[in-house]
């Protein structure tokens, strides 16, 4: 079997450990003689799965107590409704607009006819850093990050303290670092970059937010209808939650996330050096103090689309896939997360390295 080093950008790398574990165990789940995706979610065999994916999560990323961790459907995508829906108290809503996520979410509270400000964007600039100083409201309803720009290859350093509640997409850096959860007050992500396959969208929320919704929200859309019911109101993404909860085996056995970040950090140090060290010949899209340790985007110089579509194709022929960028911004991107190996990075530099010398 060969497996290829897929850096693209979702659904991702999983890893591989992971998808033996789960195709071990496929057809015939610990000798229940079924797939746990044949499994009633009201029984014991997936009540134990559910609830394992759920109490590593709140081990690994330190959730405190006052937070209850919702398993969706719907994709990060529906949260971006869910959250003036059921946060919104009729004030202000205040959005940081770091990339085409953050507009996307801007959009749907403009849909709920919500009053809403964008304080603070990056637009101007292509989206290639953060914007220093954001500075939310302290009586804003709720105040909106994207921690990481899946697309620009932008990440938050560190979260803005807000007196309002702060809510983050971390839909592409979600268990990559850990979380000073005195800050955040909802965090959501689609799973499928870093935390597993498409299907599962983790919520994790301040109890305290759950009682905002309005009546006429619906109750499926409601976070209170999911915390109330541990997530099994209605037939959760089973074999989803299943896989999730195998990628929080393997963080565990990773050291935890904690000793992930430092791992990241190192992964993405490779792969900056060499752009950095290229005199010129690679080009980052993001400035250095907003750098993404998760999606590496840039260019070759002179955005000289033939050579970047010429190392794209070298690059797959090696067993290197996913590395188009973003339409929005064309040139490479290769995303990083936590199962993309140290291995995959130093092939990738290799590969960019011998390409740079050969085509300066
Ligand atoms: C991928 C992504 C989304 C969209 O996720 P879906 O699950 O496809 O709706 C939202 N936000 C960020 C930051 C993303 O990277």
Known sequence: MSRVFNFGA????IPLEVLE??????????????????????SKMYDDVHNEALSLMRELYEIPADYDILLLQGGASTQFAMVPMNLSLGGKAEYADTGSWS???????????????????????SHN?????????DDADYAYITSNNTIYGTQY?????????L?????SDIFSYPVDWSKVDLMFAGAQ?????????????????????????????????????????????TFGIYIL????????????????????????????????NSDGFYVGHATKDSRSLMNVSFNIKDKDADLEAKLIKLATESGMIGLKGHRSIGGLRASIYNAMSKEGIQALVELMNKFAKENR
């Open 10 to 13: 979702g659904p991702a790398t």
């Open 21 to 42: 574990e789960a195709q071990k165990h496929l057809v015939d789940y610990h000798g229940e003689g079924m797939s746990i995706m044949e499994a009633s979610h009201r």
């Open 103 to 125: 507009s996307k979410a801007i959009k749907e509270a403009k849909i709920q006819g919500i009053d809403f400000e964008t304080i603070a964007s990056s637009k101007e600039s």
């Open 129 to 137: 850093h953060i914007p220093a100083d954001i500075n939310f409201s």
């Open 157 to 165: 350093q560190t979260f803005p303290s807000t007196k309002a509640p």
């Open 167 to 171: 809510v983050v997409d971390a839909s």
């Open 193 to 237: 970059k870093n935390a597993g396959p498409s299907g599962v969208t983790i919520v994790i929320i301040k109890k305290e937010l759950l009682t905002r919704a309005k009546d006429n929200v619906p109750s499926m859309l409601r976070y209170s209808t999911h915390a109330d019911a541990d997530s099994l109101y209605n037939t959760p993404p």
């Open 245 to 276: 909860s195998l990628i929080m085996k393997w963080i565990k056995g990773k050291g935890g996330i904690e000793a992930l970040q430092k791992l990241n950090e190192e992964k993405a140090a490779i792969l900056y050096d060499a752009i950095d």
